[in-house]
């Protein structure tokens, strides 16, 4: 029964990828391997600018790092104006690429160099060829004395959000401030569709709402550690039974924090995946050996893509 149950969810989402190339890709590895760990990416809407997070090896930093694209070519990465002194994380651009939210320990103001929980923030700008502003806290009532990470504003600007309620005795669960006569209204956890007693965070929701996917941790139809599930929003405004979206996109390590690029119609995500062999045939040169040590898929957080078309139907 098991084997069906996992064979329904693989011919679920096999229509939502690309039949020419379903492959998981690395994204931009020339520029990611660069650092020891990079996840949480945000890509403006014309596609010109990507901007993700890059940590220490043990996660100790963590900073928001930017690329962008000239004359069809990447530039050098560099750190954005703002970031760089706090742990800086899961960047999410507003639709005109002029706002950019993200997840930060940084204190209030600048009379304190002290970290505090982590808050969403904000950054604007002019153009995408302006300097961003300093950063503005969202304040309440998104921003509470618990952490609230991995924003993500829809077209209503309604704004979702993971927070790490501990009053509740869960653990993290992906909550819903909607936009409503132009403020925002006390949190909400979404249903037990896609929430549970265990851990559920780092949700990306379609810019209309209509579906969401997110990371749930060591659920009984995983394939290990964290998987990226997929819920659709029902005719009558409820979320549906959230499934795993099947090895096309999960492996046995880590699986998080997706973003869905419309315009170029694939879904990008962190991963943790590894191809180390376990055992080697033949001994290894020192260019073998270091060269396995420095594969892309080494364990180490990276970020992949793979087409995807949302459908509707489902």
């Given at each position: ?62 900073a928001?790092?930017t690329?962008k ?18 742990f800086?994380?899961?960047?999410f ?59 993500v ?34 949190p ?66 880590m ?60």
């Amino acid at each position: 029964m098991k084997h069906l149950i996992f064979l329904s969810f693989v011919f679920s989402f096999s229509h939502l990828f690309s039949q020419s190339e379903i492959n998981v890709n690395p994204f931009l590895p020339e520029i990611i391997s660069e650092f020891p760990n990079v996840r949480d990416i945000a890509i403006t809407p014309s596609n010109n600018e990507v901007v993700f997070s890059a940590q220490s090896v043990m996660g100790e930093l963590s900073a928001l790092i930017t690329v962008k694209k000239t004359q069809n070519a990447w530039s050098e990465p560099k750190i954005v104006s703002f970031s760089g002194q706090f742990f800086d994380i899961e960047p999410f651009f507003s639709e005109d690429g002029l706002t950019l939210y993200f997840a930060s320990n940084r204190p209030l103001n600048d009379t304190s160099n002290t970290s505090k929980d982590f808050d969403i923030w904000y950054v604007n700008r002019a153009s995408e060829n302006s300097e961003w502003s300093e950063p503005i806290n969202l304040g309440a009532p998104i921003n509470t004395e618990m952490d609230e990470f991995y924003p993500v504003i829809t077209a209503t600007k309604n704004i979702y959000f993971t927070l790490d309620n501990k009053a509740l005795k869960r653990k993290d669960d992906i909550y819903v401030s909607e936009f409503i006569n132009g403020n925002y209204t006390t949190p909400k956890a979404l249903s037990d569709q896609i929430n549970s007693e265990g851990y559920e965070f780092n949700a990306f929701i379609s810019n209309d709402e209509s579906f969401i996917i997110y990371t749930c941790y060591n659920r009984p139809d995983g394939f290990g550690s964290g998987d990226l599930y997929m819920s659709h929003k029902m005719d009558n405004g409820q979320w549906s039974l959230s499934k795993n979206m099947g090895e096309l996109v999960n492996s046995t390590k880590m699986d998080y924090c997706p973003f869905v690029n419309p315009s170029s119609q694939k879904l990008y995500f962190t991963s943790k995946r590894n191809s180390t062999p376990s055992s080697i045939e033949k001994k290894l040169t020192i260019d073998d050996f270091q060269s396995l040590l420095h594969s892309y898929s080494n364990g180490l957080s990276r970020l992949y893509s793979i087409p995807f078309t949302d459908s509707k139907k489902y």
